[in-house]
């Protein structure tokens, strides 16, 4: 065999194996990206479940909606405490000078 033959088998050689490295390594590229996909359509569905548990409710009314009737409920709540309070003042205010006044009517005896 000549020189120049073994070069060639040696060229031929080697870029068999560059080819099957290319080969290999798209492969590789190919399964992730299929494993890619697989998970984006995965996280899509479950996008699209909270999505429409958040915004339709599945039956029930929307997650927003039950936070706003919350929110709403709770500022109805903190208004009845703040009357009851205002309430119970009045009352002290109304009740002392009629105690006072009977005490000093029982110290005056």
Not at 44 to 58: C, F, I, M, P, Q
């Amino acid at each position: 065999m000549s020189k120049r033959d073994e070069l060639l088998e040696q060229f031929s050689d080697d870029l068999l194996g560059l080819i099957e490295t290319a080969i290999k390594s798209n492969e590789g590229y190919r399964e992730a990206s299929i494993r890619l996909e697989e998970q984006f359509k995965s996280m899509s569905d479950d996008v699209s479940y909270l999505a429409k548990s958040v915004r339709d409710g599945n039956g029930k009314p929307g997650l927003l909606t039950r936070v706003v009737l919350v929110e709403e409920k709770l500022a109805e709540q903190e208004k009845d405490e703040q009357t009851k309070a205002k309430l119970r003042w009045d009352v002290v205010l109304v009740a002392v000078p009629g105690v006072i006044a009977f005490l000093m009517a029982l110290v005056g005896l």
